[in-house]
């Protein structure tokens, strides 16, 4: 049927980098494309002030990123991260 999503084979690499972020700093919506701004904590300078300094961004197309939120709520919902008596917002 051409209602059902397409499946796509996803192949592991082995070299993809890991990325470790604090918080997603900033959303921001540019016609059907979402950009999310990744920030993690980190020492500005030596013995002195920290920050949270951008680290990367995120970009996917609407599609993508409402799968993404979709599939990260139910993720941690699953885990117990969530409690099941609360509601995305």
Request: no cysteine.
């Amino acid at each position: 049927m051409a209602d059902e999503p397409e499946t796509v084979a996803i192949i592991a690499n082995p070299h993809a980098p890991d990325v470790f972020a604090d918080n997603a700093a900033s959303f921001s919506m540019n016609g059907s494309v979402i950009k999310v701004t990744l920030t993690a904590f980190r020492p500005l300078e030596v013995g002195g002030a920290n920050g949270h300094v951008a680290i990367g961004q995120l970009v996917m197309p609407l599609e993508g990123a409402q799968g993404l939120a979709i599939g990260l709520y139910d993720f941690l919902k699953s885990r117990g991260a969530i409690p099941s008596g609360e509601t995305a917002q």
